[in-house]
């Protein structure tokens, strides 16, 4: 933006001096004002092209992350189903191994005691995998907060690329005037007949008092 407003500023000398300096002096003065317009509308350009490029560059990155979240969510998700799936099985056999030494009465409190004991051990395991759940739930609403601050400068590039898309594409008017033809309007704006015909779709060089014409904001060097 400050690049745009850079192009303007180097405008106002051309538009506000007065007439006095010969015309040699007129067209040098005017080449390199065109020149350093120019360079600043390749600067501009250049720099909306390296806006798009990391906004890319964070849309590939936002991808990734997602891909990986979910992919690292379904693996662990499977693990511990499988995990708990195998528990659940083994705590119903105990639970039946049970039922028959009740029953029975045949081995009595050694294997009693050695249920106990993997009754234990697979209370514990689930304590563990309840925990490693909950860590992987706090993993996942840290990363949903980068994801919202990658939205956020998303959305800050976005904005910057729009107002420097729109400042890249505004275009100027103009009111034929009495005594004006098209050759003194296009020298007055700094470009070519040619470009103000095509920018109006006009074939020739009849133009008409009230009537608005657009002139196109990019130079052309002479």
């Given at each position: 933006?400050?690049?745009?407003?850079?192009?303007?500023?180097?405008?106002?000398?051309?538009?506000?001096?007065?007439?006095?300096?010969?015309?040699?002096?007129?067209?040098?003065?005017?080449?390199?004002?065109?020149?350093?317009?120019?360079?600043?509308?390749?600067?501009?350009?250049?720099?909306?092209?390296?806006?798009?490029?990391?906004?890319?560059?964070?849309?590939?990155?936002?991808?990734?992350?997602?891909?990986?979240?979910?992919?690292?969510?379904?693996?662990?998700?499977?693990?511990?189903?499988?995990?708990?799936?195998?528990?659940?099985?083994q705590i119903a056999a105990f639970e039946?191994?049970?039922?028959?030494?009740?029953?029975?009465?045949?081995?009595?409190?050694?294997?009693?005691?050695?249920?106990?004991?993997?009754?234990?051990?697979?209370?514990?395991?689930?304590?563990?995998?309840?925990?490693?759940?909950?860590?992987?739930?706090?993993?996942?609403?840290?990363?949903?907060?980068?994801?919202?601050?990658?939205?956020?400068?998303?959305?800050?590039?976005?904005?910057?690329?729009?107002?420097?898309?729109?400042?890249?594409?505004?275009?100027?008017?103009?009111?034929?005037?009495?005594?004006?033809?098209?050759?003194?309007?296009?020298?007055?704006?700094?470009?070519?007949?040619?470009?103000?015909?095509?920018?109006?779709?006009?074939?020739?060089?009849?133009?008409?008092?009230?009537?608005?014409?657009?002139?196109?904001?990019?130079?052309?060097?002479?």
């Amino acid at each position: 933006m400050k690049k745009i407003i850079a192009c303007m500023a180097a405008l106002l000398p051309i538009a506000c001096s007065p007439l006095k300096s010969s015309p040699n002096d007129e067209k040098h003065q005017l080449e390199l004002t065109l020149h350093k317009l120019q360079t600043n509308f390749d600067d501009v350009r250049h720099d909306l092209n390296c806006f798009q490029t990391e906004m890319q560059i964070l849309d590939g990155r936002i991808k990734y992350y997602e891909n990986a979240l979910s992919n690292l969510k379904q693996q662990d998700l499977e693990k511990q189903q499988s995990k708990i799936d195998l528990l659940s099985q083994q705590i119903a056999a105990f639970e039946k191994k049970i039922a028959v030494l009740e029953h029975t009465n045949d081995t009595g409190s050694q294997d009693l005691q050695q249920l106990t004991s993997h009754a234990n051990e697979t209370s514990a395991a689930l304590a563990q995998f309840k925990n490693r759940i909950a860590e992987l739930e706090q993993e996942i609403q840290s990363q949903n907060r980068r994801f919202e601050q990658i939205a956020k400068l998303k959305g800050h590039f976005e904005g910057l690329t729009k107002q420097l898309s729109s400042a890249a594409s505004d275009k100027k008017t103009y009111k034929v005037r009495p005594g004006d033809t098209l050759e003194k309007i296009a020298r007055f704006h700094q470009t070519t007949t040619e470009r103000i015909k095509k920018a109006n779709d006009l074939k020739d060089d009849l133009i008409v008092v009230g009537q608005e014409l657009i002139i196109p904001n990019d130079p052309t060097s002479r």
